[in-house]
């Protein structure tokens, strides 16, 4: 199994990007694909490469990370400096999506406020508030079109 080999468009069709993302992870030496000819070819060690930089790249962390932990698979076989850069990337990304969420959560809060706003508003003014947006909605829609 360990020496099935991979075309570029193999590889872009089995993990649903495009060729051009594959190369331009060549060009941040994430990848090193051997060559027959002009042709790049693809070993199991590149494909797993890719599936670690597309994970990586899904939760969130920088190809300057993912690179650093890839490189550290090659220079640690024992894999303990890798696993500890791991832990540290994994926690500085785990407090900035908590801030993330404390930010979209403070936003949220916001914006019921003010819709909140807006309806007491308009019941004021003796206004039905659906029926209002359904208004605009419609006036939007006919004039879009």
């Known amino acids: 199994m360990n020496d099935k080999l991979y075309s570029i468009?193999?590889?872009?069709?089995?993990?649903?990007?495009?060729?051009?993302?594959?190369?331009?992870?060549e060009t941040k030496n994430l990848l090193a694909p051997q060559r027959a000819g002009a042709t790049r070819v693809y070993n199991y060690r590149d494909r797993a490469r890719l599936m670690l930089v597309l994970r990586g790249k899904r939760?969130?962390?920088?190809l300057e990370d993912i690179k650093e932990y890839i490189d550290l698979y090659d220079a640690d076989r024992s894999r303990t400096e890798q696993l500890a850069h791991l832990m540290l990337v994994g926690r500085r990304r785990i407090q900035e999506l908590e801030q993330?969420?404390?930010d979209v959560q403070t936003t949220?809060?916001?914006l019921r406020t003010i819709e909140n706003e807006a309806i007491?508003?308009?019941?004021?003014?003796?206004?039905?508030?659906?029926?209002?947006?359904?208004d605009i909605k419609a006036k939007l829609v006919a004039e879009t079109a």
């Open 9 to 25: 468009t193999e590889l872009a069709e089995e993990f649903d990007i495009t060729p051009r993302a594959i190369r331009f992870y």
């Open 59 to 62: 939760l969130g962390f920088s």
């Open 100 to 102: 993330q969420l404390e």
């Open 108 to 110: 949220l809060q916001e």
């Open 120 to 134: 007491d508003s308009l019941r004021e003014k003796g206004i039905d508030p659906e029926k209002a947006v359904a």
